[in-house]
């Protein structure tokens, strides 16, 4: 069972390192930007939300 999960974790890794690179080419392309509390607050919870599941 232990393969499963370091697969699952290795997916996961993966899916945020992509989430994160389209982040960055998004945030180049906007001029708005939101504080680092607000940021860091909607990330807290999709995080929070997924290991709920």
């Known amino acids: 069972m232990g393969n499963i999960q370091s697969e699952?974790?290795?997916i996961n890794e993966?899916?945020?390192e992509q989430k994160l690179d389209e982040a960055d080419s998004v945030s180049e392309q906007i001029s708005a930007r939101y504080s680092s509390a607000k940021v860091?607050?909607?990330a807290r919870n999709r995080i929070y939300e997924s290991s709920e599941k």
């Open 40 to 42: 860091f607050g909607r």
């Open 8 to 10: 699952t974790k290795m």
């Open 14 to 16: 993966s899916d945020i």
